[in-house]
Nanobody, 119 residues
Framework: QVQLVESGGGLVQAGGSLRLSCAAS????????MGWFRQAPGKEREFVAA???????RYPDSVKRRFTISRDNAKNTVYLQMNSLKPEDTAVYFC?????????????WGQGTQVTVSS
């Protein structure tokens, strides 16, 4: 069973930075596409960043040039570096893994870590 555990969330002032980590266990991390999502209270879950097995990355416009996703296959960990944080970035952040055996959707999810950005 694949487990994903996020860490690194917290309270930060607007303009500050945080780095989230997501440690994977129980599977073949290097074969998974990895992603970060977030969900703010009363809102739908939102895509934040993705990194393919190849290392190719993808971001929505809302975080482009502020957030950077990276992966370390030796450590079975994916990171999300968040700079120039804004109050609207406040949300619970989840990491997810896309197992290529099971189609195009993300198959495994972490429990989430809270990020709060104060103005």
């Amino acid at each position: 069973q694949v487990q994903l555990v996020e860490s690194g969330g917290g309270l930060v002032q607007a303009g500050g930075s945080l780095r989230l980590s997501c440690a994977a266990s129980g599977g073949t991390f290097s074969s998974y596409g990895m992603g970060w999502f977030r969900q703010a209270p009363g809102k739908e879950r939102e895509f934040v960043a993705a990194v393919r097995v190849s290392g190719e990355t993808r971001y929505p416009d809302s975080v482009k040039r502020r957030f950077t996703i990276s992966r370390d296959n030796a450590k079975n960990t994916v990171y999300l570096q968040m700079n120039s944080l804004k109050p609207e970035d406040t949300a619970v952040y989840f990491c997810a893994a896309d197992d290529p055996r099971y189609g195009i959707d993300y198959d495994y999810w972490g429990q989430g870590t809270q990020v709060t950005v104060s103005s």
